[in-house]
């Protein structure tokens, strides 16, 4: 080990100030260490000359350990100080958003160093923004950021090329450009992979794949035992240094193993993560684990996020039916009308008679249902968030059909009064048209957010009104169904109900609908229902997701970003 090679660069990055304005970049042990193994050991080239064994670093390890900022610091640190003329630096994301965060983090630092900020003004460096690209003109070097969605196939003379979150790569192309024959110019060429563990459950991935090669790597130099029956042969390849964090580093991938583990142990999320205690706060991780002790989605995030474990959880469940139970709407019926439904259901909207709300839409024509959902917000009279399942629709025609296919009794929930059967095969327009009128007629209903799908006919009519009944327009406010729309109603309709800060009247087909909720969620911890993967119909929840996104739009907006940014949770 050469700690004073190895200190050129620890020395470097100590000087670069963090993105997020809290002082200079603090390296924490775990980067000191791998750090200083990756550029502190040398060996001896067939010239003589003295450079680094290791070519690759692997580094795999869970969200919010800080591996985005160390990405754009070591990106500085070969632009400026490794000493590689004409050198090409790339750092690569999976997409043009993760790219932006990790160039504004090595823009911010070279804009807020005491020397660097200089050379900005002197044009020593050149910041191109549009492209991405840092210049610096002493030594003919630039460092750019590159994402999967924009970037050449040929051309490339990388010095240094460092991927941010490798699981997240859609395809091997950009892999396959930056590494096969690439470097081969350059006398000490180094590639970085930064990390987490992915959702791949096909196992196809470039993620999994270089996941693979650095356990396999691990296995060779004896950090833990080959599985049971395998009798494969691991080969070490020593110009590679994997590093890995996580439920992979403990259990050496053992399905068994990683069934049997504890994953609410303390002691194991400080062995997973170790950022704790300086970019992840222990109150945090405790607040995570117990949403995934309630939560399906939930858990698997924890296992994939914090426990940076390989899993399926592309789609998974939402929120629980015993959670869904607990927060129907606890009705006060007159005496003699105990357990009469109907009744339940007048007195809650009779209570609820001129407060303000809002309207969520899901339209259909023929197998799926239509459904319209009134949100109340809390406000004078009202302390918690109530959701009325003011309309739901199917066809009529075909209903024995769909009865057998659904295996569910569609007509009983029909003469219980849960949905309405339209005369013919299609769904019957004007009936939703009317019951939004009479919505708008009951209560302050201040605006209805609608899935674009199939709205090209009722949107316009809603929107010129009937001044022949003397009823005006209705503002209407278009949900898109995109994971990045949906994702943040989804969250706070989580919360709320989990908290019992939203309650809901009783029907027993919009229950049977939002047990039947299946999730698609991504790296970010974003999500969005998928009616293609769900169990069975799922229009109601819709409906009422897009009710939440348009009181989102509608009422006073919660924290600024000044005091998001000052929060535990933000980070990058």
Request: charged letters at 25%.
């Given at each position: 080990m050469d700690e004073a090679e190895a200190g050129v660069v620890l020395d470097f990055v100590a000087t670069?100030?963090?993105?997020?304005?809290?002082?200079?970049?603090?390296l924490q042990e775990w980067q000191r260490e791998a750090l200083e193994q990756f550029y502190g050991t040398l060996t001896v080239d067939e010239l003589g000359h003295r450079v680094r064994l290791y070519q690759y670093l692997y580094l795999e390890l869970p969200k919010k350990n800080g591996k985005s900022e160390l990405a754009a610091a070591l990106g500085i640190y070969h632009l400026i100080a490794d000493?590689?003329?004409?050198?090409?630096?790339?750092?690569?994301?999976?997409?043009?958003?993760?790219?932006?965060?990790?160039?504004?983090?090595?823009?911010?630092?070279?804009?807020?160093?005491?020397?660097?900020?200089?050379?900005?003004?002197?044009?020593?460096?050149?910041?191109?923004?549009?492209?991405?690209?840092?210049?610096?003109?002493?030594?003919?070097?630039?460092?750019?950021?590159?994402?999967?969605?924009?970037?050449?196939?040929?051309?490339y003379k990388p010095s240094?090329?460092?991927?941010?979150?490798?699981?997240?790569?859609?395809?091997?192309?950009?892999?396959?450009?930056?590494?096969?024959?690439?470097?081969?110019?350059?006398?000490?060429?180094?590639?970085?992979?930064?990390t987490t563990a992915g959702d791949d459950p096909d196992r196809t991935s470039i993620g999994w794949e270089i996941h693979c090669k650095a356990?396999?790597?691990?296995?060779?130099?004896?950090?833990?035992?080959?599985?049971?029956?395998?009798?494969r042969e691991y080969l070490d390849d020593p110009v590679w240094l994997p590093i890995i964090y996580g439920l992979s580093a403990i259990t050496g991938d053992d399905e068994d193993a990683i069934n049997d583990i504890d994953i609410y142990d303390e002691t194991l999320w400080r062995q997973c993560n170790p950022g704790i205690g300086t970019t992840i706060k222990l109150s945090t991780v405790r607040q995570e684990a117990a949403n995934a002790r309630r939560s399906e989605a939930a858990e698997k995030l924890f296992r994939w996020l914090r426990l940076n474990q390989w899993v399926a959880v592309k789609t998974v469940g939402w929120i629980p039916l015993t959670v869904y139970d607990k927060?129907?709407?606890?009705?006060e019926l007159p005496p003699g009308q105990k357990g009469v439904k109907s009744a339940q259901r007048l007195v809650l909207r009779e209570q609820l008679r001129g407060k303000r709300c809002y309207g969520g839409l899901d339209l259909s024509k023929t197998t799926d249902l239509t459904a319209l959902v009134l949100l109340f917000p809390p406000q004078k009279g009202l302390e918690k968030w109530v959701a009325l399942f003011w309309g739901i629709w199917r066809p009529e025609e075909g209903v024995e059909d769909a009865e057998t296919r659904d295996h569910v009794p569609y007509r009983d929930w029909a003469r219980a009064g849960f949905l309405t059967l339209c005369p013919g095969w299609t769904v019957d327009y004007d009936m939703?048209?009317?019951?939004?009128?009479?919505?708008?007629?009951?209560?302050?209903?201040?605006?209805?957010?609608?899935?674009?799908?199939?709205?090209?006919?009722?949107?316009?009519?809603?929107?010129?009104?009937?001044?022949?009944?003397?009823?005006?327009?209705?503002?209407?406010?278009?949900?898109?169904?995109?994971?990045k729309n949906m994702s943040p109603p989804m969250k706070a309709m989580d919360k709320e109900i989990r908290d019992h800060e939203m309650l809901h009247e009783h029907n027993t087909c919009v229950r049977w609908?939002?047990?039947?909720?299946?999730?698609?969620?991504?790296?970010?911890?974003?999500?969005?229902?998928?009616?293609n993967l769900s169990r069975g119909r799922i229009d109601?929840?819709?409906?009422?997701?897009?009710?939440?996104?348009?009181?989102?739009?509608?009422?006073?907006?919660g924290p600024g970003i000044n005091e998001h940014v000052q929060s535990e949770d933000w980070g990058i």
């Amino acid at each position: 080990m050469d700690e004073a090679e190895a200190g050129v660069v620890l020395d470097f990055v100590a000087t670069l100030p963090l993105s997020n304005g809290r002082g200079d970049f603090r390296l924490q042990e775990w980067q000191r260490e791998a750090l200083e193994q990756f550029y502190g050991t040398l060996t001896v080239d067939e010239l003589g000359h003295r450079v680094r064994l290791y070519q690759y670093l692997y580094l795999e390890l869970p969200k919010k350990n800080g591996k985005s900022e160390l990405a754009a610091a070591l990106g500085i640190y070969h632009l400026i100080a490794d000493g590689e003329q004409s050198g090409e630096i790339y750092v690569v994301a999976a997409d043009r958003d993760n790219a932006g965060i990790v160039f504004n983090a090595a823009a911010y630092m070279l804009e807020h160093h005491p020397v660097f900020a200089k050379w900005l003004k002197n044009g020593t460096l050149r910041l191109v923004r549009s492209t991405k690209t840092i210049y610096y003109r002493p030594t003919g070097s630039l460092m750019k950021v590159l994402s999967s969605e924009a970037y050449s196939k040929h051309g490339y003379k990388p010095s240094c090329v460092i991927f941010d979150e490798l699981h997240a790569q859609p395809n091997r192309e950009l892999w396959d450009v930056m590494t096969f024959g690439a470097g081969s110019a350059r006398e000490q060429p180094v590639w970085i992979v930064l990390t987490t563990a992915g959702d791949d459950p096909d196992r196809t991935s470039i993620g999994w794949e270089i996941h693979c090669k650095a356990m396999d790597i691990l296995r060779a130099r004896g950090m833990f035992p080959a599985p049971e029956d395998d009798e494969r042969e691991y080969l070490d390849d020593p110009v590679w240094l994997p590093i890995i964090y996580g439920l992979s580093a403990i259990t050496g991938d053992d399905e068994d193993a990683i069934n049997d583990i504890d994953i609410y142990d303390e002691t194991l999320w400080r062995q997973c993560n170790p950022g704790i205690g300086t970019t992840i706060k222990l109150s945090t991780v405790r607040q995570e684990a117990a949403n995934a002790r309630r939560s399906e989605a939930a858990e698997k995030l924890f296992r994939w996020l914090r426990l940076n474990q390989w899993v399926a959880v592309k789609t998974v469940g939402w929120i629980p039916l015993t959670v869904y139970d607990k927060t129907q709407w606890p009705y006060e019926l007159p005496p003699g009308q105990k357990g009469v439904k109907s009744a339940q259901r007048l007195v809650l909207r009779e209570q609820l008679r001129g407060k303000r709300c809002y309207g969520g839409l899901d339209l259909s024509k023929t197998t799926d249902l239509t459904a319209l959902v009134l949100l109340f917000p809390p406000q004078k009279g009202l302390e918690k968030w109530v959701a009325l399942f003011w309309g739901i629709w199917r066809p009529e025609e075909g209903v024995e059909d769909a009865e057998t296919r659904d295996h569910v009794p569609y007509r009983d929930w029909a003469r219980a009064g849960f949905l309405t059967l339209c005369p013919g095969w299609t769904v019957d327009y004007d009936m939703v048209e009317e019951a939004i009128y009479q919505a708008a007629e009951w209560y302050d209903l201040q605006m209805v957010g609608y899935d674009p799908a199939l709205s090209w006919t009722l949107v316009p009519r809603l929107s010129a009104g009937q001044p022949e009944k003397g009823r005006g327009p209705i503002k209407l406010v278009e949900c898109p169904q995109d994971m990045k729309n949906m994702s943040p109603p989804m969250k706070a309709m989580d919360k709320e109900i989990r908290d019992h800060e939203m309650l809901h009247e009783h029907n027993t087909c919009v229950r049977w609908t939002f047990g039947n909720v299946r999730c698609r969620v991504d790296g970010n911890e974003n999500m969005k229902p998928m009616k293609n993967l769900s169990r069975g119909r799922i229009d109601p929840p819709v409906a009422w997701i897009n009710a939440r996104m348009a009181a989102m739009i509608g009422e006073p907006m919660g924290p600024g970003i000044n005091e998001h940014v000052q929060s535990e949770d933000w980070g990058i």
